[in-house]
């Protein structure tokens, strides 16, 4: 009887160690949130003519050529959850016409 009552001693004491050693991870606590900045460039480049088709008049299809542009742009972001999401915004400095 001694011996089952020790055992379940020892399993009870193992069980709520292993809980409190693995209740917090200390070099991730503080690692909630972090945010970043940076620059990028949104490159297209020149493209072979496009048809649409006309609302206005007789309806017919009409062409248009799509030129390419650079856009440069300011990233500002965080990522959240440690680690787990990342939201961010780009923000274009130049327009794009």
């Known amino acids: 009887m001694l011996l089952k009552t020790f055992n379940y001693c020892i399993f009870l004491f193992l069980l709520l160690f292993s809980f409190k050693v693995n209740a ?4 991730k606590r503080h690692k909630f ?10 490159i297209v480049p ?10 206005e008049g007789n309806g017919s299809i009409q062409t248009f050529s799509k030129s390419g542009f650079l856009s440069p742009a300011i990233n500002i972001g965080a990522t959240h959850f440690w680690g787990y999401a990342d ?9 794009i016409n």
Not at 87 to 95: G, V
């Open 87 to 95: 939201f961010y915004i780009s923000i274009n400095t130049a327009s």
């Open 33 to 42: 949130a972090k945010s970043y900045f940076g620059i990028s460039n949104y």
């Open 24 to 27: 917090q991870n200390w070099e």
């Open 46 to 55: 020149n493209l072979s003519n496009g048809n649409y088709l006309a609302t």
